[in-house]
């Protein structure tokens, strides 16, 4: 029992820091060329974001 609670108030903790810190990490990552790839290519693979995206990029 006081195992299952360490292990879940450890993971709110990392989680918890990971979301104060989320837009670093998010720098970070997208900083490396080859997520960068992978995370476009996902978005773009997604119809509404895609169109979105296309429609703001190409508005006259």
């Known amino acids: 029992m006081i195992k299952l609670m360490v292990k879940m108030l ?3 903790a990392v989680l918890g820091t ?3 810190y989320r837009y670093k990490l998010l720098n970070i ?3 490396i060329g080859f ?3 992978v995370s476009v ?3 773009m693979n997604i119809p ?3 169109a979105k995206l296309m429609s703001t990029a190409f508005r006259k």
């Open 10 to 12: 450890s993971a709110l």
């Open 18 to 20: 990971a979301y104060r």
């Open 29 to 31: 990552l997208l900083g």
């Open 35 to 37: 997520l960068r790839k």
């Open 41 to 43: 290519n996902t978005m």
């Open 48 to 50: 509404g974001i895609r």
